[in-house]
């Protein structure tokens, strides 16, 4: 009987599957030395189930859960809100750290982000996000809401400045379902101080189907990602704002977005060989960033077109480029060829784009589990994923020696023995001492906070 990857990587106690990446994986782990502590080949050892069947993890290591969905916030605001997504650590005071938590919720969600005045958007969207301040113990100090009235915000990204920025993952217009704005934006959020957070999106990043975003520290050009559904797929963009690095509100000030654009490729899926170089790439400026009447991905870019991608997720900054990721693509979606990932590198400096590391089909390169969606480099010099599949969900992490391990199971089956489900992970992220993983289950939307023996092998 054929034996799947999912058989091979997430049974119980399977550890250190041994896959082999078709591409040069040191690149995905820039800043970090070579010699960087690494624990053994088959990570930290076999999951252990947990007694209360909610997160299996190694040996050694211990989760809190800090915040459930439904339960009601710290702040007296309202219930926890639904669907936990992309999430982000920042540095706090007494040796605290602060998170800021996406809830990607549609109009369908069972508990919206509490419309809290100054802070509300467009009162009938349901998402937005949450702040939490904890401290090393797991103990959370304060939760209340950072921003709201936002919609299906799914991932966004850190600034150099300590803010986050949140993407709203979703092309609805005022005037559709029960919208009285438009939605389609980044929204920035000041982790420290709600007061801060003026609740208008920034319009001149665009308005389209946004899901992670990349600062360059240097300049503050700030890159994102479209995850559009359907052909055409979505784009590569930068912003160059016209106040460049000016801290929290400058990117308010205004600024060029542009798309990538790779000469006689217009489908990234029909690259195949890692390590291929495209010198020299163009960025067309957008028609028009707010959508007004047509897509961005729709619009008119002139001659030579635009460069489009399926499933373009994960984007993040590592030395002197930025890092961005495709899931996925599939011939019967409409893609020109089919991949299970990508992994591309774009250098500002050089002008210059490169394949760094491919996934499948053709090849014996497979992923960490089914669909990976956020990542984060670990404490140890590796990288850790969230899975977003069918079945046991997992967080894996990626060694520099290429192997692939299981760090978390979420084992809370909230479906049913003939059909169970559990829910995506999401976040993964790592206070700034190293000492505690967060990462987020979208359903039942959990916050925990995992610590261990990271280092200590």
Known sequence: MAVSRRQVLAGTGVVGAGI???????????GEKADATIMRRDGYGPLVADPNGLLDLPR???????????????????????RCDGMAAFPGAKDRTWLVRNHENPPSAAHRVPAVKGLTYDPAGLGGCTAL??????????????????????????????????????????????????????FEVDPYRPDKTVPEPLTAMGRFAHEAVAVDPRDGTVYETEDAFEKPFGLFYRFLPDKPRRGFGGLRAGGRLEALRVPDVPDLSVVKEPGQVFDRVEWAPVPD????KTPIRFQDFGRGGITHAQKLEGCYWGG??????????RKKDGSSADHFGQVWSYEPNRRRLTLVIVFGPDTRTWLPGESPDNICLAPEGGLMVCEDGGGAQH??????QREVYPMARNSNNIGTEDDPEWGEFAGVTFSP???TMYVNVYRPGTTFAITGPWQGR
């Not at 989760?63 to 639904?82: A, D, K, M």
């Open 20 to 30: 082999v990446f078709n591409g040069a994986v040191e690149h995905l782990f820039p």
């Open 60 to 82: 050694g290591f211990r989760y809190t859960v800090l915040s459930r969905e439904g339960e009601p916030l710290r702040s007296g605001e309202g219930p926890v809100p639904s």
């Open 133 to 186: 301040e904890v401290d090393r113990s797991g103990r959370v100090h304060t939760e209340r809401v950072a921003i709201a009235g936002t919609a299906v915000n799914c991932a966004g990204g850190p600034t150099p400045w300590n803010t986050w920025l949140t993407c709203e993952e979703t092309e609805e217009k005022a005037g559709s379902g029960n919208y009285t704005k438009d939605h389609g934006f980044i």
């Open 289 to 292: 960033p707010l959508a007004k």
């Open 320 to 329: 002197d480029r930025v890092y961005f990721v495709s899931s996925f693509a």
């Open 395 to 400: 967080v894996y992490g990626v060694t520099r």
């Open 433 to 435: 001492d190293k000492r």
